[in-house]
C-alpha cells in the first residue's frame, strides 16, 4: 500500500491508472477505523482493480463548538488495517494541502442539507459534500462507497454526483453493528462504560419501528411517538430527533406509503450518535 | 462539427475523445457569438487536438428582474460560425437537460462573488460557478477559454478550479473591441442607435485611467473621481461603480502597488455593461 500525502502525487498516480484503463474504487473516511469502514473496503475490493482509500478528518464538515479537535485518530492502525484488506493507495493529506490559505468554495445540495442532522448541525453537509467533491476530482474514481449509517449524506452525495454530472456510482453499503445492536462508529470510544450499556437505545428504538411497521402500522406519528418513549425512558439519553422522511426529499411523511427512512439522533450523555432504518413498502 | 443536445450523448463522445488520449480544448459560451467569443474559439483551436464550444443561455446566472427571457438567441447562425473555425462539437442541451425537476446543487466561492458585479448581480456568480462546474464534469477539457471582459467571472472560476482540485487549465483572452473601443459583448445589440453612440464611454473612461497610470498617478481615488466624472457627463449613462481592486480578493486597493484591475459597470439607458483594464505595476 503506498501512503500519499500531496495532491499533486496522488493526481499523478492517478493519472498513471486512468492511463492503463483500470478501474478506481473509492472509500472516504475520516480514519479510526471501524468494521463498519472495513466493510466499504472488502466490497470495493471485490468491484475495482485499484482501491484507494482517503483518510481527512474534514474540519469543514464541524461545527465550532463540536469535536473537531478530540475527534479520534491513529493513523498507524487505520494503515495496518488498509493494508491487510490490500487496499493500493491510502491518501492522507493534512488540512492546509486540503484547504490552504484563501480557500474560499464550497458546495451546497440546497433542501436535503437543511433537513434532519442538518438542522442540529447546520453547515455540516455543506462541508461533507465540498470535500466529498475535492476528494472525487483528486481520485477521480469510478465508484465510491459510503456507509448505511449516514443516510442522509449518502442522498446528499448521491444527488450531488447527479445535479453536477459526475461519472462516479455511488454504493452504500448496511450498517455495521456491534452485537448488541449498537450501529458502529468511530464517535463510540467517547462514551462512557455507563453510556455504552445505553447506547444499543437507538437501534432499539428502531427495532421497535421495524415490529409495528410489519404488524400493519403505517401512521409516522404512533411509530414515532413509541420510539421517543422508549429512549426518553433511558436516563442517560437526550433525544435530539426521530423521525419518518421519504427519500428523495427527506421530507415527513403523513402516512407511510412508499419507501421511507426512520432515522434517530440521541445524545447519549454528551455525544450525538444516529441510526437508521429504511423501512420497504410491499413489492419492492 | 457534431451538434449535442443530451448529456449522455456528449460524455460518451469525450470518453472516447479520452481513451484516444486527445487533448480537449473548451470554450462555454451563452451564444449569440460575436467576435470575442471567436477569438476564444480560434486560441482553443491552436491549442488542442479537439474543440468542444458549448451554447447555454444558463438561467441560474440570471436574476428574477434580469434579461434571461430577452437574452439573444441565434443557434442556427452560431453553428454557422462555429463550423468555420473548425469547431468539433457543438454541446447545446436545454434548460431541463441541465437543471431537470428537483435540481439542488450549487457551488459559490466566497468574498469573491460577492464583489463589484457580485453586489448589483446578487446569486449571479454562483450560477455562473455552477454552470461552468458541470460543464466541464460532462466535457473534462484540458483547457478552457475565458475572456478577460468578464474579468471577475474569469478569476471566480480560476479559484474555484484550484479550490476543488480539477485538472483543467483556464485561459484567458484580451477584450475585442468595436472600433470606437466598445468592448463586444451579446448585450450591444440591445442599445438603440443614440446608445450605441454612448457606449464608448466605458472604453473612454478606461483609456483615461491607463493615461493617469502612465502619468504615474497611483491614487485610485484619482483615477476613479475621473472616470466617474467623465462617465456622468453622459446624458445616457448610469453609474453601477467604478472600483480599482487587487487581482486576488478584488478588494478596493488604497494605493496602486501591483497590478490592479479597474473594473467598471454602466447603464446605458436600460443595458448595463461592463468594462475592464489591468494596470501592472513596473516590473511585471
Given at each position: 500500500?503506498?501512503?500519499?500525502?500531496?495532491?499533486?502525487?496522488?493526481?499523478?498516480?492517478?493519472?498513471?491508472?486512468?492511463?492503463?484503463?483500470?478501474?478506481?474504487?473509492?472509500?472516504?473516511?475520516?480514519?479510526?477505523?471501524h468494521?463498519?469502514?472495513?466493510?466499504?473496503?472488502?466490497?470495493?475490493?471485490?468491484?475495482?482493480?485499484?482501491?484507494?482509500?482517503?483518510?481527512?478528518?474534514?474540519?469543514?464538515?464541524?461545527?465550532?463548538?463540536?469535536?473537531?479537535?478530540?475527534?479520534?485518530?491513529?493513523?498507524?492502525?487505520?494503515?495496518?488495517?488498509?493494508?491487510?484488506?490490500?487496499?493500493?493507495?491510502?491518501?492522507?493529506?493534512?488540512?492546509?494541502?486540503?484547504?490552504?490559505?484563501?480557500?474560499?468554495?464550497?458546495?451546497?445540495?440546497?433542501?436535503?442539507?437543511?433537513?434532519?442532522?442538518?438542522?442540529s448541525?447546520?453547515?455540516?453537509?455543506?462541508?461533507?459534500?465540498?470535500?466529498?467533491?475535492?476528494?472525487?476530482?483528486?481520485?477521480?474514481?469510478?465508484?465510491?462507497f459510503?456507509?448505511?449509517?449516514?443516510?442522509q449524506?449518502?442522498?446528499?452525495?448521491?444527488?450531488?454526483?447527479?445535479?453536477?454530472?459526475?461519472?462516479?456510482?455511488?454504493?452504500i453499503?448496511?450498517?455495521?453493528?456491534?452485537?448488541?445492536?449498537?450501529?458502529?462508529?468511530?464517535?463510540?470510544?467517547?462514551?462512557?462504560?455507563?453510556e455504552?450499556?445505553?447506547?444499543?437505545?437507538l437501534?432499539?428504538?428502531?427495532?421497535e419501528a421495524?415490529l409495528?411497521?410489519?404488524?400493519?402500522?403505517?401512521?409516522?406519528?404512533?411509530?414515532?411517538?413509541?420510539?421517543r418513549?422508549?429512549?426518553?425512558?433511558?436516563?442517560?439519553?437526550?433525544?435530539?430527533?426521530?423521525?419518518?422522511?421519504?427519500?428523495?426529499?427527506?421530507?415527513?411523511?403523513?402516512?407511510?406509503?412508499?419507501?421511507?427512512?426512520?432515522?434517530?439522533?440521541?445524545?447519549?450523555?454528551?455525544?450525538?450518535?444516529?441510526?437508521?432504518?429504511?423501512?420497504?413498502?410491499?413489492?419492492?
Amino acid at each position: 500500500m503506498i501512503v500519499v500525502k500531496k495532491i499533486a502525487e496522488m493526481t499523478a498516480a492517478v493519472k498513471e491508472m486512468k492511463a492503463k484503463g483500470l478501474t478506481i474504487g473509492f472509500v472516504p473516511t475520516m480514519g479510526f477505523l471501524h468494521e463498519g469502514h472495513l466493510s466499504l473496503v472488502k466490497e470495493c475490493r471485490r468491484s475495482a482493480a485499484v482501491v484507494v482509500a482517503s483518510i481527512f478528518v474534514n474540519p469543514l464538515q464541524f461545527g465550532p463548538k463540536e469535536d473537531f479537535r478530540q475527534y479520534p485518530r491513529d493513523l498507524e492502525k487505520d494503515a495496518r488495517l488498509l493494508e491487510r484488506e490490500k487496499v493500493d493507495y491510502l491518501f492522507a493529506p493534512d488540512d492546509l494541502e486540503m484547504y490552504p490559505e484563501g480557500y474560499k468554495t464550497t458546495v451546497e445540495v440546497r433542501d436535503l442539507e437543511d433537513r434532519l442532522c442538518g438542522r442540529s448541525r447546520p453547515g455540516h453537509f455543506k462541508g461533507v459534500a465540498t470535500v466529498v467533491l475535492k476528494l472525487f476530482n483528486i481520485i477521480q474514481p469510478d465508484m465510491a462507497f459510503f456507509g448505511q449509517k449516514d443516510a442522509q449524506q449518502a442522498l446528499i452525495l448521491q444527488k450531488m454526483v447527479q445535479d453536477l454530472d459526475l461519472d462516479v456510482k455511488i454504493r452504500i453499503m448496511p450498517i455495521i453493528r456491534e452485537q448488541d445492536g449498537l450501529a458502529m462508529s468511530s464517535r463510540n470510544i467517547y462514551l462512557s462504560e455507563k453510556e455504552r450499556r445505553a447506547a444499543p437505545i437507538l437501534a432499539e428504538s428502531l427495532k421497535e419501528a421495524r415490529l409495528m411497521f410489519e404488524a400493519g402500522e403505517r401512521r409516522p406519528a404512533e411509530i414515532i411517538g413509541r420510539m421517543r418513549d422508549l429512549i426518553m425512558r433511558e436516563p442517560l439519553a437526550t433525544l435530539d430527533y426521530v423521525e419518518i422522511v421519504d427519500l428523495d426529499e427527506l421530507n415527513p411523511v403523513a402516512a407511510i406509503g412508499g419507501d421511507v427512512l426512520v432515522a434517530v439522533a440521541v445524545y447519549i450523555g454528551r455525544t450525538r450518535l444516529i441510526d437508521n432504518i429504511i423501512l420497504k413498502a410491499k413489492g419492492n
